[in-house]
Each structure stands twice: as C-alpha cells, then as structure tokens.
C-alpha cells in the first residue's frame, strides 16, 4: 500500500474554494495518484482558510486566508473517492478551541502542523520571518520541538506533519550548535507515549533543504521509539502528487520501516508498505 494523505487541492494564498473543490481537479489528482501506484489519497486542507480557524487563532495572516466554510469543504469532500482530512494547526494554550473545531466533522485524520511559532513568526514564510530578531538557532529549534512535543501530547491528532520542518531554509538559515537529536528528544518521547503517526514528507525535497522530512536521525530515534508512519507528498498541485517517493520509500526501507498507517473515521491501521 502507498497513500498520500498529507494534499492540497490549491495553491497557497490563491485559489478560490469554487475554483478548486471541483470533480474535475480531484479527477486530476486521483489520476496522478494511480499513475504512482498510490491506492489510497486524501486531502487535508490548511485549516487557516476557513472562517472557522479564527475562533483558534487571529494571526493577521490566517486573518487574510480564512474565507471558506469547512463544513461545506468536508461536505465537498464526501462527494469524492478521498478521504478527509485537515491539516490543523497546533497552537499551544488553544487546545479546547481546537478540539471544538474538529468536533462536528467526521474527518478520517486530522494532520498536525505548526508553522507559526505564535506572533513571533512562521517557520517557512519569510513574509513572517520567525528567524528575524530571534535569538539563535538554538533558542528557536528548542522552541520548536518543545511545541512539537505538545501537538503530540495533545492528542488531538492522528499523523505528525514535515516533523523537522524548522529546517526548511537549509543553508539559508543559521544550524543549531547541538546535535540535533538533542532537540528531537522530548518530541520522540512524547511519540513514543502517544497513538500519532510521523509523516515522512518528500515536501523537504522541493524545499531549499532539498532533503525529506524528518531527517534521517530523527526518523531513526521515531524507529527505535516503536512509532507508525504515514507518507505523504504535502502536493499543492496534481503534478505533485507522489513527488519523490521513490526516494521516500527507500529511506524508509533502509530504516527498516515495513508498515504505512492508513486512516478512516479517525482509526489507523498499518498496510504493508510498496
Ligand atoms: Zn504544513
Ligand atoms: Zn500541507
């Protein structure tokens, strides 16, 4: 079994839902998945372009995105072969609101991200730069797998989205003097507790990092901690669907990963992975 659960059927900042949510753009998306050999995809919108995400967090960006109506999105959704998902994201002290959010719908999983590290900015849009008047890599890396341990904790989700994604910029961006894996602890040892499965994203290979997420000594401390897996492309675009896993896959073979979670109604299995 291959899936791609972690999808966006627009590109970010554009696309009115009318324009997207159609049968014909999913129709190009399933076809793009069984041209890959994908048996099973999903979509799993950005939480903050519905009006609802405002009841979680008013950043002035997710202020300027939230346009749509999420149940007419899941609504949209249950037309169609995909699964539903959303890609909700963490916001710590917003627990309940979030659990409020998610409550009403049927989704099959909830993708768990943080891209903002609240107002001090995002992660991978410079437009909000987090990196700019931070005080070092080290202080942000902290923060950022201290949060990411939290999402897990929370229990609100089913799978771990791009887990490393505060690398992102690469060589753009400064490195921690630390090992990493000195951040990646408390995050592994809040998986190691909890029912959440770690993305691996070929995302990464597009990004100016130009390497999967998670890396590979993160992936190897999730192995040792008996995690399940997922994989996902996190495509916006049908062309996208499947990036890179040829690539994925044998990351996760070399790690001795066999086994791809699946979801439906919020229930996770695990399929032979391939
Ligand atoms: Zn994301
Ligand atoms: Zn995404």
Same mark, same amino acid.
């Given at each position: 079994m291959l899936t791609d659960y972690h999808l966006h059927l627009r590109p970010d900042d554009v696309g009115e839902a009318d324009a997207y949510f159609t049968e014909e753009n999913v129709d190009r998306y399933l076809a793009a998945a069984s041209e890959h050999g994908i048996g099973e995809i999903g979509v799993s919108e950005h939480v @903050?372009?519905?009006? !609802?995400a405002l009841e979680v967090w008013r950043h002035p960006f997710w202020e300027s995105q939230a346009r749509d109506d999420l149940g007419e999105y899941c609504a949209f959704v249950r037309t169609t072969p995909l699964r539903l998902g959303l890609e909700m994201d963490f916001v710590p002290g917003r627990e309940d609101a979030i659990a409020n959010l998610l409550d009403p719908h049927d989704f099959d999983y909830v993708v768990g991200s943080i891209h903002f590290l609240g107002d001090d *900015? /995002? %992660?991978?849009?410079s437009r909000y730069?987090?990196? !700019? *008047? $931070?005080? *070092?890599a080290d202080a942000l890396w902290g923060r950022y797998f201290q949060w990411l341990a939290e999402l897990v904790r929370s =229990?609100?989700?089913?799978v771990l989205a #791009?887990?490393? %994604?505060?690398?992102?910029w690469g060589e753009g961006r400064p490195a921690p003097e630390r090992d990493p894996r000195h951040y990646y602890e408390p995050v592994v040892e809040a998986i190691a507790e909890a029912e959440i499965a770690v993305e691996v994203s070929t995302a990464g290979l597009r990004k100016?990092?130009? !390497? %999967? @997420?998670?890396s590979r000594a993160f992936a190897e401390m999730c192995v040792d901690a008996g995690a399940a897996f997922s994989l996902s $492309?996190?495509? #916006? /675009?049908?062309?996208?669907? =499947? @990036? *890179?896993y040829e690539r994925a896959l044998e990351f996760m073979r070399e790690l001795g990963i066999e086994r791809v979670a699946v979801f439906e109604q919020r229930e996770r299995r695990l399929e032979p992975l391939g």
């Amino acid at each position: 079994m291959l899936t791609d659960y972690h999808l966006h059927l627009r590109p970010d900042d554009v696309g009115e839902a009318d324009a997207y949510f159609t049968e014909e753009n999913v129709d190009r998306y399933l076809a793009a998945a069984s041209e890959h050999g994908i048996g099973e995809i999903g979509v799993s919108e950005h939480v @903050y372009r519905f009006r !609802e995400a405002l009841e979680v967090w008013r950043h002035p960006f997710w202020e300027s995105q939230a346009r749509d109506d999420l149940g007419e999105y899941c609504a949209f959704v249950r037309t169609t072969p995909l699964r539903l998902g959303l890609e909700m994201d963490f916001v710590p002290g917003r627990e309940d609101a979030i659990a409020n959010l998610l409550d009403p719908h049927d989704f099959d999983y909830v993708v768990g991200s943080i891209h903002f590290l609240g107002d001090d *900015g /995002a %992660l991978d849009d410079s437009r909000y730069d987090v990196w !700019e *008047g $931070s005080d *070092g890599a080290d202080a942000l890396w902290g923060r950022y797998f201290q949060w990411l341990a939290e999402l897990v904790r929370s =229990g609100l989700y089913d799978v771990l989205a #791009h887990p490393d %994604l505060i690398k992102i910029w690469g060589e753009g961006r400064p490195a921690p003097e630390r090992d990493p894996r000195h951040y990646y602890e408390p995050v592994v040892e809040a998986i190691a507790e909890a029912e959440i499965a770690v993305e691996v994203s070929t995302a990464g290979l597009r990004k100016p990092v130009g !390497e %999967l @997420y998670p890396s590979r000594a993160f992936a190897e401390m999730c192995v040792d901690a008996g995690a399940a897996f997922s994989l996902s $492309s996190d495509a #916006h /675009a049908p062309d996208q669907v =499947g @990036y *890179g896993y040829e690539r994925a896959l044998e990351f996760m073979r070399e790690l001795g990963i066999e086994r791809v979670a699946v979801f439906e109604q919020r229930e996770r299995r695990l399929e032979p992975l391939g």
